[in-house]
């Protein structure tokens, strides 16, 4: 690992200099007594290197792939990258004149080439224990930066100038050749390349500089705030009723579960499980003030980061009134469909009346169940997990593991695979042979169309392992492997992640219904990726989405889940293959709904308080200010006094999420709205629930970004979204149907 610092400190932009060929392992360069150090080349090719054999000779060679291969593999090929990019702007430098074509064809596969080896590398970072975490931090920080030197070149940028400006005479680009000129000079624009020498040298030398150091110490200060905790658990009966994957997280040996002592983490998904499952309140509101204080804590004065978020809200206004945005707010709408500031607070208005109201009803009737537990305090955030659960398992009559019997993962899979293939008119087959994969769990799918043409393939590693990432057994990740492009000849690649429990004693996995959920959800990031027809990779799937659309595809799949009809064909009793009860489906689907008015409007909350930080009208106010101004418009459980929001919101404060929050609702009432098509078209009505399901893949999966998601969801709805269907979904609003009219009062009309 000596080379690590070749790669990943010793020159900002390590790319050969220009026009010198990449097997060079060095180069001095000799003017006026100064010496230019080329890093170091590593000598790997794809006859030592399996990472680096070229996509179009066949399948990922994983199981032959170690560290050295990692951490070599994408060091040489984000070089390489860098440096195609360099001969790029040499053709450019040198007076040659680039279509359209022949610019974002380079440019994309240059891009295909070097994603293929990083996501093969990201995901062998997630599955296994291959490559050390700390060395593929740097890496992938290295990487990251290699990548966007597509969009930081001067020469690209006056090239992709004249292009806009030929476009505006001729009109000689398609739409979504049009469209994808525009998000590269958005980008551009936002990296300062239309500001003067000076103006960019402001922004970048100075704002974005301050503000990366800024979030990075944040972010520094809130990891060990948050590692810094750890509750010990001596009592049995507290964690009887704990699910067996909690247990094995929490114990100090995992492979005896039930043997304490039990430690308790700020680890979200253990955090999230401990309030649902903890019988014990003193320790629920240990844990839960433990993570809300974090960033102020009095007894943790050097994780403090009060001084860094007013440094962050300063360091972004200081880089939006540079680039002539009169607040951070409304820079970040460039890259959203909301589009403006005026309709995220549109949605939020118009969703707070109906959750809001609803709230104030669910909260008293979980105070009158839980009293009539024995409880005898005011309900609160950290009492409000755990009486949901126990309402939940009376509601229902059974517990999670209970619910988990009628779904095993082989038929839950099947069913699922049996849907999209009904749907979206394609056939997903398992495939027996001639892949390798990092696991032998593992299993490998071809998605082929009605035409027999094969649209890619995707990996499902379905079940927890000591060496495997961990976000929770009912969250799971798509990672792209290999991104599609038509002109780059590059087929669609990905890994389908869950972390479900293993088969056991004679039985298969087995779900419980927020799990068949995610996996759901999961399948739509799954067709996604493998459905686009655009050209392009930064037009296909996800790449390129606006942020508030990212997660529609996902959305939209989720709600099939959450339909009676549907729940009861994804079930069967793993010894029996007998369904679920009509009843139980309905509950189960109705069981989604319950606390949705407090949880969206916790959501609705912090979106505003997001805006609020980032608009130039509240620099006065410090973000706790204006946390508390807000607080009352839209919640009505008292806030404990050590909650220190938002300096702990870490999503806005050191994360991407900065004037961005809003996009995990925006995209729930947008593939609300979508599945609302599905409805109106009626379940009981497959032919047209087909039609409606077509009309969506030859859209959203198809189009991916190749135009503004705003007219891909005119194409498909109509008209624009409404907030309407988020409300119906989440049980907030009745639909109120017109009332059939008789053929006589239609004739007389």
Known sequence: MAMAHLWLGRVARSRLSVGVPLLRTAQRQASQNRVVLIPEIPPDDARTNPLLKPYSEGLPQFESVNERHCFFGLGKALLQFEANIGAIEDRINGGEVLDFEALFGAIDQAKCEYESVWYAVNLLHVTTEVLDRDIFMKLHRRAERALVVRMSSRGIHSQLKRLQQEDQKTQNLTPSQRHLLQRYLTEYKLKGFDLSENGYLELNETWLRRLAEAKQDYNYKMMMSTQNFRASVNDPQVVSDFPIDVLKAMALDSSQPTKGPWSVTLHPYLYQKFLEYCPDRRLRWNVYQASVSRGDRKQDVYNRVVAQVKEINQYRQDEAVTLGYPCFSELSMETKMAANVDNVKAMTTSLLGSAKSSQEMELESLQAYAESRGFDHDLTYYD??????????????????????????????????????????????????????????????????????????????????????????????????????????????????????????????????????????????????????????????????????????????????????????????????????????????????????????????????????????????????????????????????????????????????????????????????????????????????????????????????????????????????????????????????????????????
């Open 384 to 749: 409000i997990p755990y009486f949901k659960r126990k309402f939940r398992r009376t509601f229902l009559g059974l517990t999670d593991d209970d619910v988990r019997d009628f779904f095993p993962l082989p038929k839950v899979m099947n069913e699922v695979i049996k849907l999209c293939n009904s749907m979206f008119n394609i056939q997903i087959e398992e495939v027996k042979s001639g892949f390798q994969t990092w696991h032998p769990e593992v299993k490998f799918f071809r998605v082929i169309d009605a035409d027999q043409k094969v649209l890619g393939h995707f990996y499902f590693d379905p079940y927890l392992r000591d060496d495997k990432g961990y976000p929770g057994a009912d969250k799971g990740w798509f990672i792209p492997v290999r991104p599609h492009s038509i002109k780059a000849n590059c087929q669609p690649l990905g890994a389908l992640l869950m972390s479900l429990p293993v088969p056991g004693y004679g039985k298969p996995s087995l779900l419980n219904y927020d799990e068949v959920g995610e996996l759901m959800r999961l399948f739509g990031n799954v067709l996604l990726h493998l459905l686009p027809k655009s050209e392009w990779s930064d037009l296909s799937g996800k790449f390129g989405l606006e942020w508030d659309a990212l997660e529609l595809a996902s959305n939209f799949m989720g709600h099939w889940s959450e339909q009676p009809e549907i729940v009861s064909k994804l079930s069967g009793h793993w010894s029996s293959n007998e369904p679920i009860s009509s009843d139980l489906a309905v509950k189960l689907c109705k069981s989604k709904q319950h606390m949705a008015g407090l949880e969206l409007c916790q959501e609705l909350y912090k979106t505003s308080v997001d805006m609020a930080f980032h608009d130039s009208e509240c620099l006065s106010e410090s973000g706790p200010e204006i946390a508390n101004r807000l607080y009352d418009q839209y919640l009505l459980i008292p806030r404990i006094p050590e909650d220190t929001f938002p300096l702990n919101f870490a999503e806005i404060m050191g994360g991407e999420h900065a004037a961005a929050y809003f996009c995990r609702t925006w995209s729930k009432m947008l593939a609300a709205d979508a599945f609302s098509a599905v409805k109106e078209a009626g379940l009981d009505n497959e032919e047209e629930v087909k039609k409606v399901a077509m009309r969506f893949r030859n859209t959203f999966l198809s189009m991916g970004s190749s135009l503004p998601m705003a007219d891909i969801f005119r194409q498909f709805r109509g008209r624009d979204p409404s907030h309407e269907a988020l409300l119906v979904s989440l049980g907030l609003k009745e639909i109120h149907k017109p009332k059939k009219r008789g053929s006589q009062e239609i004739a007389a009309n």
